[in-house]
């Protein structure tokens, strides 16, 4: 009969719990990856042509940091984009990748958990953006309510840039190419979310399987924001904005600059909340919906001036923009940082688009070696 040593027991003992140890923690990743595949693909982003501000925050900023847990998140710096309206400034573009990155990091993206990429480094989106072209006609292009104001509102008349005029597919293919099936917009978007659903129809149809999924637009709770000078839109090239790390003196300005009722003269006439700018951004930031409720009430009835309503609402914009201010001052001390997650989250990216650009070019048999 043959004798074990208690060294070789030691040795089996240890061999067997190494063995159970990495096959749970292959069960655990295998779940881990399961859960992950599972989870919808989001994708979303902006055109670096400024610094983020608060509209961005209420339209999409403040919902991706919660969605980054439960879905696949992927934010695309569009710079190709941006350059249909700046193509005479390729430094205000590139120069301001960097800056809203760091806007995506200080409010508290996490790339970790969201993957970070820059449009032009993801040639695929190119290419897939020549291929829809051949669905779309002209016309079609021309009758989309969002690049209608777009082009009124830039006064481009007939001198449209083309690429301008070709967004809406440009952003198909950028969606697309991720295969995303949830897309965070404000209500201003949804013309390009059905025009990325009609191009998904009709190349599903004629490759004859559902290669892509379509898409459904996530809104945001709160509508669009206006700019603090009571303007529709908070926008960068209507300097009517806040951004995400205005100092305390330039929000205190901003508010004070702010719209209210032209017709509430005195502190004991009843005034009017809606369209009033200042109760549009209490219902935007401030968490405490009752008191603002009871202010509303206050504000209606007489009795409440303007002053006090500003002076909270400059309180609640500074406690919002302080963190993200110091934030954002600690990330631009380590540029090489928001480089890495730049350079990380695009080669991951490219590896994602090209995959289904290829998927795309075989079902529709375009001619390869």
């Known amino acids: 009969m043959c004798r074990v040593s208690n060294i070789q027991k030691k040795n089996a003992v240890q061999w067997c719990h190494s063995l159970i140890y990495s096959r749970s923690i292959d069960y655990l990743l295998e779940q881990i990856m399961s859960t992950q595949d599972n989870r919808p693909v989001i994708l979303t982003g902006d055109r670096p042509t400024g610094q983020l501000h608060l ?7 403040r919902s991706r940091v919660g969605l980054q ?10 710079d190709a984009q941006a350059l249909t309206d700046n193509a005479d400034n390729f430094e205000k573009v590139r120069r301001n990748i960097i800056e809203v990155a760091t806007d995506y990091l200080a409010v508290g993206i996490d790339p970790t958990k969201t993957t970070i990429c820059v449009q032009s480094c993801l040639p695929a989106l190119n290419e897939l953006t020549m291929l829809y072209l051949n669905f779309v006609t002209v016309s079609r292009l021309e009758r989309n309510p969002t690049i209608k104001s777009e082009i009124q509102m830039r006064g481009f008349e007939r001198d449209i840039p083309a690429g301008f005029l070709c967004y809406p597919v440009a952003q198909a293919a950028d969606i697309t190419a991720f295969k995303a099936s949830v897309v965070p917009v404000g209500e201003d978007q949804i013309p390009m979310i059905e025009q990325t659903n009609e191009i998904v129809r009709r190349l599903n149809r004629q490759i004859g399987r559902e290669v892509l999924p379509e898409c459904k637009a996530l809104l945001s709770n709160v509508g669009r924001l206006p700019g603090f000078d009571g303007k529709a839109k908070m926008s960068k090239s209507l300097g009517n ?10 929000i205190k300005k901003a508010v004070n600059a702010m719209y209210t009722d032209p017709n509430h003269l005195r502190i004991e006439d009843p005034g009017q909340v809606e369209g009033n700018v200042v109760f549009t951004y209490l219902d935007a930031f401030d968490t405490n919906k009752e008191e603002i409720e009871e202010l509303k009430a206050h504000y209606r009835r007489g009795g409440l001036g303007d002053g006090t309503v500003k002076k909270r609402l400059e ?18 001390k380590d540029p090489d940082y928001i480089m890495d997650i730049l350079k990380t989250g695009t080669d991951k990216c490219r590896d994602i688009t090209q995959q289904t650009l290829d998927e795309i070019k075989s079902g529709l048999g375009v001619f390869h070696f």
Do not use: N, Y
């Open 315 to 332: 309180a609640v914009l500074k406690e919002l923009i302080g963190p993200i201010r110091e934030r954002r001052m600690e990330l631009q």
């Open 55 to 61: 509209g961005h925050f209420v339209g999409s900023l």
């Open 69 to 78: 847990d439960s879905h696949h998140q992927h934010l695309l710096l569009a």
């Open 241 to 250: 904005t806040i951004v995400l790390d205005a100092s305390d003196k330039d």
